[in-house]
Every structure is written in structure tokens, then in C-alpha cells.
């Protein structure tokens, strides 16, 4: 009895000796979680106060701003007028308001109605017929009252080649001597419909005009203006040269009406040894007689317009002609890569 009376006790004691650890556990665990607690509180409120700062900074960025800021002009530069859209195949040419596109106050965007039309790749967009011009159109070239006023194309003029039939072909304009890099300037006062360069002309300008007219400058080696750019009589344009189908040096000058070419020296005197200066008269009067060569044919041309992927080769195949004829007639090498669009003179 006293034996089992003694593993009693132990019993007793063991059991109460190992609860005691496990309550120490409990409290340590008890103890980390409120640390843990105490751990995440403070990230808490670390946060807030980061939130709070930023959005400190961000409003007092927005009063600099503010302050700073430059006020609103609802008046802006006026801006050239969207590429025309317009199919390879059909080359047809989107008529726009120019005055609507360029926001300009000007009553000689609405002079005439073919000038709704805006082109900034085609010479011609206006597809008006001259031959069908019955009236006499008075046109005032330069006006001092208003600030319009006209200017040399070149400083020191010589004729060398006019207006009129050669080769066997019609020449559109009059071409004047210069050396390359002659500053070329803007006859009128106008607007540049085109600063581009082509196969014909090379670098070429053509500047639409205050009076109504138009005029065209070709073979430049040097662009100094962009299309929708306002510019003054007397404002360069470009510097001259021989680019595109072009013998040698010179300035190639074109007068258009309506998309169609007359006599530049109508308006025009290029004598220096006469004393009638070089725009002949404040007032022109355009008659359908100055139109009058459109009709006269010399001679026909038939011309071929590239489609996607066609080359020298298939052309000449297409209508029984030799590759080197075409080159020749051209005036472009055999391996030459064709754009679509572009024409290819037959015969």
C-alpha cells in the first residue's frame, strides 16, 4: 500500500510539473501576436502618413501649375490642309474648303470656286478646261493700299527660252539663266500649294496668289519653304539649280489660271533694258484668247499609268514595244522601280 500510495503521489507531482511549461508557451505565443499586432499598426499608420504627404505634394505641384500655367489662346497658326486621298487608279482628288482648313480670314481663298480645291501633289487638281473659258476676267496683280505688293523671281534676269512650242512639244513657261544656288523668289503675295520634288520638274514650288493666280517654279536644288506657308512677294523660296529634266542651271517659270498655263510674259517683263518694270501693270485682263494654244495640237502623246507591281519589262510586253525604247523615251534607265501612279510615256 505505501508503494502504490508513493507512485500516486509522484504521479500528482509529474503532472503538475508539466503543465507549467505549456502555460509559459501560451504566454510567449500570446506576447508575439501582440507584437506582431503593434508591428502591423505602425506599418499602418506609416502608409497614411505616406498617403498623406503625397497627396500633400501633388496639391501644391498643381497650384505652381497653376500659377505658371500659360492661359489658353484659342487663336492658332493656321495649319496646311490634309493630304488628298485619292486611288492610284483613278488619281481623283478631294475637294476641300481650304479657307475652313486653314482658318485664315482672307477673302482671296473664296475668289474664285475652283480654289475650293487643294492639292498638295497635283499641279493641276482644278480639271477645268480652258478652252471653254467665254469670259474676260479682270484681275488686279498688286495692290499698295492693301500691302501687296510684287517682286523679281531672281535678282538679275536673262530670258532663255520662251513661252511656246519647242522640240515638239508645248513649253508651259520661260526659263531664266542663274547659277546653282541663286536665291529664287515668290512673284505675289500667297500661299505654297506645293513644295515637292518630281521627275519633270525636280525640286519645284508652286505658290497660289492673293490676285488669283498662280505661279510655278521648277529645277530648284534647294527647298526653303513648306506646303500651307504664307509668304510675301520677294520671300525665298528655294535656291536654284538643275534637277528633274533639266539641261542645265536654270529657273523654269510658270503662270497658271485654273490649273492652265499661259504667257508669263503677258504679265511679266524680263527686257532690264527697258524701262517698264517687271510686272508690266497693276491691272490684267485674262481673256480666252491667252488660252488659245491648249488647242492647237503638234502632235500626239499616249502615256501608260503604272499600276501596283508593274515594271519596265511587262509594259513593254503589254504593247509590243522593246524595253530600251521606253528607257529611252522616258529618259529613265531600264532597271528603273516604277510607283504606282506614275506615267509612262508610250509614243
Known amino acids: ?58 496639391v ?11 492661359p489658353f489662346n484659342p487663336i492658332r497658326e493656321p495649319k496646311p490642309p490634309a493630304e488628298p486621298l485619292f486611288d492610284d487608279d483613278t488619281a481623283e482628288i478631294s475637294v476641300v474648303r481650304v479657307s475652313e482648313y486653314l482658318q485664315i480670314d482672307c477673302v482671296w481663298v473664296k475668289s474664285a470656286e475652283y480654289y475650293k480645291t487643294w492639292s498638295s501633289v497635283h499641279i493641276n487638281p482644278y480639271r477645268r478646261d480652258a478652252s471653254t473659258f467665254k469670259d474676260t476676267i479682270h484681275l488686279t496683280l498688286y495692290d499698295e493700299v492693301k500691302g501687296q505688293y510684287w517682286a523679281k523671281p531672281l535678282d538679275d534676269l536673262l530670258l532663255t527660252s520662251p513661252f511656246g512650242y519647242r522640240w515638239g512639244r508645248m513649253h508651259q513657261g520661260i526659263d531664266l539663266n542663274l547659277r546653282t544656288g541663286t536665291p529664287i523668289y515668290s512673284v505675289f503675295d500667297g500661299i505654297v500649294r506645293i513644295a515637292t520634288a518630281g521627275y ?37 523660296l528655294g535656291l536654284g539649280g538643275s534637277t528633274g529634266w533639266s ?20 504679265i511679266f517683263e524680263v527686257n532690264t533694258k527697258s524701262d517698264v518694270p517687271f510686272v508690266r501693270s497693276k491691272y490684267f485682263a485674262l481673256t480666252p484668247a491667252h488660252f488659245r494654244h491648249i488647242n492647237t495640237i503638234v502632235r500626239r502623246e499616249y502615256f501608260h499609268i503604272v499600276k501596283a507591281g508593274e515594271t519596265l519589262q511587262s509594259i513593254a510586253k503589254k504593247y509590243g514595244l522593246s524595253v530600251n525604247y521606253l528607257a529611252v523615251v522616258n529618259r529613265i534607265p531600264i532597271n528603273t522601280k516604277l510607283r504606282a501612279g506614275q506615267r509612262i510615256r508610250l509614243r
Open 1 to 58: 500500500m505505501r508503494w502504490i500510495f508513493t507512485l500516486f503521489l509522484f504521479s500528482i507531482a509529474y503532472l503538475l510539473f508539466a503543465q507549467t511549461p505549456k502555460k509559459e508557451q501560451k504566454y510567449k505565443q500570446n506576447k508575439l501576436q501582440i507584437r506582431n499586432q503593434n508591428q502591423k499598426q505602425k506599418q499602418q499608420v506609416k502608409q497614411e502618413i505616406k498617403k498623406d504627404t503625397l497627396q500633400k505634394s501633388v
Open 60 to 70: 501644391e505641384n498643381l497650384d505652381t501649375l497653376k500659377k505658371e500655367a500659360i
Open 200 to 236: 519633270g520638274y525636280g525640286y519645284h514650288v508652286v505658290v497660289r496668289h492673293i490676285n488669283g493666280l498662280e505661279t510655278l517654279y521648277a529645277h530648284m536644288s534647294k527647298l526653303s519653304v513648306q506646303v500651307g506657308q504664307v509668304v510675301k512677294a520677294g520671300e525665298l
Open 247 to 266: 539641261t542645265g542651271p536654270h529657273l523654269h517659270l510658270e503662270v497658271l489660271y485654273a490649273g492652265n498655263a499661259f504667257n508669263p510674259l503677258l
